[in-house]
């Protein structure tokens, strides 16, 4: 079964630090991995998407890296802000075998920064 | 949010009525798509679009039903509404499926509680 698991399912840090979240899939085939960034009350926003030949790519603060052999995945959130705040979603996406691709999302980590 | 409303935002309604949701789009992509999301999963696809008029089932189909009759407009129909239903609406778009970058964008949601 097609499966995307992420971890922590909740984190809590202090503004200015650090933070890693994982994601673990079992999705076969690949095409591409997102993380989106979704604010409560609001849609999910992309953030990055790697394909399997790409390891890393950033985005400001946010840095994902990409592990298709052992199929993880990280975000990297650096000098968190108060704005950090929010679930982060890993998404898996399968190539379209007659038109649609598939995607298959995870349940989200939600990150909470605090002063 | 990408050029992407969907309304009612906010709906309560009552067991056994029919419940229309809708989405609009400005940015003319060819794909839009219905998913849920509730607590403990992540989000689920329920029909999607490919063209006017071109509709097709995702994996949580079953008591929905969708129309497409303008590119700009998806329209999701609850038949007769049940409390499994309640939960929170997005619509996404996206300019193709083929790409390994082929990105999808979120509206921002519908909650719908069906009592």
């Known amino acids: 079964k097609n499966q995307v698991e992420q971890s922590p399912q909740s984190l809590i840090i202090l503004e200015g630090k650090n933070c890693t979240l994982q994601c673990n899939y079992t999705v076969s085939p690949f095409s591409n991995l997102r993380w989106y960034k979704q604010d409560t009350g609001r849609g999910p926003v992309s953030l990055t998407i790697?394909?399997?030949?790409?390891n890393t790519k950033s985005n400001g603060r946010y840095t994902a890296t990409l592990d298709a052999d052992t199929k993880q995945s990280s975000l990297h959130i650096t000098a968190s802000q108060l704005s950090d705040s929010a679930s982060y979603i890993c998404?898996?996406?399968?190539?379209?075998?007659?038109?649609?691709?598939?995607?298959?999302f995870g349940t989200g980590t939600q990150l909470k920064v605090e002063l | 949010d990408a050029g992407i409303t969907q309304s009612p935002r906010h709906k309560v309604t009552e067991t056994g009525t029919p419940v229309t949701l809708r989405c609009h789009q400005t940015?003319?992509?060819?794909?839009m798509y219905w998913y849920r999301q509730d607590p403990g999963h992540g989000l689920r696809l329920i029909h999607y679009?490919?063209?006017?008029?071109?509709?097709d089932k995702g994996e949580v189909s079953d008591g929905y039903s969708v129309s497409r009759s303008k590119t700009e407009d998806f329209l999701l129909t609850l038949e007769s509404a049940t409390s499994s239903q309640t939960s929170v609406y997005f619509c996404?778009?996206?300019?193709?499926?083929?790409?390994?970058?082929?990105?999808?964008?979120f509206g921002p949601g519908t909650r719908l509680t069906v009592l």
């Open positions: 996404a778009i996206s300019e193709s499926t083929s790409g390994v970058y082929n990105e999808q964008f």
């Open positions: 679009s490919y063209g006017v008029k071109d509709t």
């Open positions: 790697m394909t399997f030949s790409e």
């Open positions: 940015e003319n992509h060819r794909y």
């Open positions: 998404v898996v996406s399968q190539p379209p075998p007659g038109g649609g691709n598939k995607l298959t």
